[in-house]
C-alpha cells in the first residue's frame, strides 16, 4: 500500500507567499477598484536591463540556427558563466575558488531547499528566528524535526532570536548543531554582519564540526565597504561554508531563473565509521542526477549582467530601489515606528502599529490603505510584531505608500 | 558533527551520462582529429523552430519593458501554458484534466527524481529494467533502497525485466510494490505499451493501492493510431497515476528547459494510520517550496509549441528523426544485429556485436568507428549486451555512422 510521506503532513498552513497571494487574490476580487500597492513579497519592478535584454536576443537567434543551438548544457553551468562568477564575484574580493566548486542553477529556493538532501536526516538545524521560511520547511518535509509546537515552530530546531534587543545579532546555540543556516544581508530583518561577527560563526562551526548554509541573495545591496559580500572572505570559511548567490535581485531575473551555489571542495560531512566525505562531489551527484542545467538563455544573461554596461545598468536599477528603502525608513520612523534594515539591503523591517499582530495589521494595511506588506509573523515567531516592507518597486507608489500609511 | 547522508555512498559509480561524457572526452583528448559521431545521450540536433524563436524574441522584449516585465510567476506555471497543454495533449484525446492538476517545471528530469519525495521511505519501488537511472538513484538517495548487490542492483528494489523475450512486456511483481516507475514510448527500449497492457497495469496499481509514475516524455514519437499518448486513456488511471511530459524531445528543449507533470486530485498516499491522503496538494506544497517556476521566457516557447505553426514546424523535425531511427533499423538488421524500437520511439536498441559487453562494445565503437551509444548495461542488468542509438542526429551523420558500422 502506497505510504505518505507523512513529514509533510508536520507542515503548517500555506508557504508564506502563497498565503499572502491568497489573501490578497480575495480582497482584489470583492474590491475590484482598489489600488493595490504590492510591497509583501520581493519581486522586482524594473525591467531587466538593456545588456541583459541583447545578451537574450543573441541567445535566442542561437537557439533557432542548427550551427550554434545549445542542447544539454553542463548541469554545473556553462564554463563561461562560472569564470564570470569566479572572476567578478569572488577574486575581485581576494577569494581564490575553482570553478568546479560554482553550481550554476534556476534559482536560489531550490539550492538552500535541495542543499539539505546530501546530509544526514540525525543532524540538527539551527535558523535564526525570523527565518526564510524555505530552510525551516524543506527540513520539515525531510523529517529531519518533530511536529509542530503550539507556538508554531518546530520539535527538534534550534531558533537562534534575532530582535531589536540584540541588535539582530544571534547568540550562538547552547547546544550542539550540525547545519546553521544564516542569511546575510538578512531577509526578512534587512541585517547584515561584519566580518568579525561572520568570523566567529566559522569558528564556531570548525569547533563543532558543524556546516554553515551562507545565503548571500542580497549582497549587491550592501552600501557599507566594511561589510563582506561573502563568507569566503573571513579565513577557513571554506572549510565550513556553502555559499548561495542569486540573479534574482541582483539583476532582476526572478521571473528568469538564474542563481549559483558555491561547495568548496574543503567542506567535509561524517559517515558513521568517522570518515570524512567531500561534500562537493556528493552536490555534484545530486545535481547532475536530479538537474539538467539552467536554460541557456539564462545563463547567457546572466554573463551579460558581469558585463561593464550589464555592470553600470544594474547598479542604477540598485541605486533607484535603495533610494526607495530610504524613503520608507525615514517616513515610517517619522510615523513614529520602529524601522531597520534597509541600509544594506532591500528590506526595512518595522515593528506593527501599537505591536498589534503581524497577520492582524497585514489585513488592517490591506483593508485600509491597500498595501500589501509581509507579516514579520510569516518568517518566525520572533517576527511577531514586525513587518517586512520591500523596497522593491516603482519610487512614486512607495511614495503613496508612505502618504497612505500616514492617514492611518 | 555534520553527518552526510550516507543512502548517497551506496550509489555506485557516476550517473550514466556524465561517465560517458568522460570516456568521449578522454578520447578526444587524445585523439583531436576523431570526427565523432554522437548517438549516444537523447540529445537534439534541430534548431528550435521558428514559432517557438519568435515567441521567445517577443518575450525577451516583454521582459524589457517595464509595462510588461514579469517577475515571479505561478510556481505552477502560468494559465496560458496549463491550458494549451490541457487543451492539446488530453482534451483533443478526450482526456479531462483541471488547470489545478498541471504542474509547469524545469525538466522531466526533475520531476521524476523529485516525486519521490512526498511519498513514504518505507514504500517498495518497482522499475523496468532496463531502466533510465534517475528512477533508481534518486530512490538511493532517498534512502529507499540497500545497498548495492554484486550484479549491480540495489537491494530493496523490485526489477522487472524486460527483454526481446517476453517482447519487452514486463510481469507483473510477484511481491507487493507501491510505486510502481513505467516509461513509454521506453527509454531506451524504444518499445511502446498498447491500451490493454496498460489497463492492466491500472488494474494492478488499484488492486494493490499502489501508485503509477509514468513517463510521457516520448509520447509525441507515437506513429501508431491505437497506442495512448497519455496513461489518462485509460479509464480508472487518474486515481493511481502521475504523468511526466516533456518539450525536450516534443519540440527541441532541451537547452530550454520546460516539461510538466500532471497529478489529478483523485491520487491518493495512505497515512499510518489508515487515513487516504491526495497526492495533488502534497505535490503543490513542494512544488512552492522548493521551486521558484520555469522561466517565463521557457513558458512562453512552450505555448508557441501548440500554435498552428508551431505544430507543423515541430511535426517535420519529429518526421526527421524518425527518418533517422528507420535508417538505423534497417541498416542495422542488414548487418545481422537484433533491432528494437524505433518506430514510436527516437531510440533503437540493438544487441552488441558477437552478444560482447555493453561498455566492451562501447569502446570498440568510440575507438574503432568514432560512433558514441549508450551501453544498455548501464540502464540495468538486463541492458547488458545491448546498446541504445538515439535518433537525435542530422541524417547525413546518421548515414555516415551506418557506413562505419558495416566496416566492423
Known sequence: ???????????????LFPEISRRVSAFAGENPKANIIRMGIGDVTEPLVPAVVEAMHKAVDEMGDRATLKGYGPEQGYDFLRQAILDNDYKSRGVDLALDEIFVSDGSKCDTGNIQEVFGLDNTIAVTDPVYPVYVDTNVMAGRTGTPLTNGQYGGIVYMPCTPSNQFVPQFPSEPVDLIYLCYPNNPTGAVATKEQLSRWVDYARKNQAVILFDAAYETYISDPSIPHSIYEVPGARQVAIEFRSFSKTAGFTGLRCAFAVV?????AYAKDGKAVRVNPLWNRRHCTKFNGASYISQAAAAAVYTADGK???RRIIDLYMTNAAIIRQSLSKLG??????INAPYVWITTKNRMGSWEFFDLLLRKIHVVATPGAGFGLAGEGFMRLSAFNRPEKVKEAMERFSTL
Chains 1, 2 share one sequence.
Open 312 to 314: 553600470t545598468q544594474s
Open 264 to 268: 568548496p571542495k574543503d567542506v567535509v
Open 1 to 15: 500500500m502506497i505510504r505518505v510521506n507523512e513529514n509533510y503532513l508536520k507542515l503548517q498552513a500555506g508557504y
Open 337 to 342: 515606528y520602529e524601522v531597520y534594515g534597509g
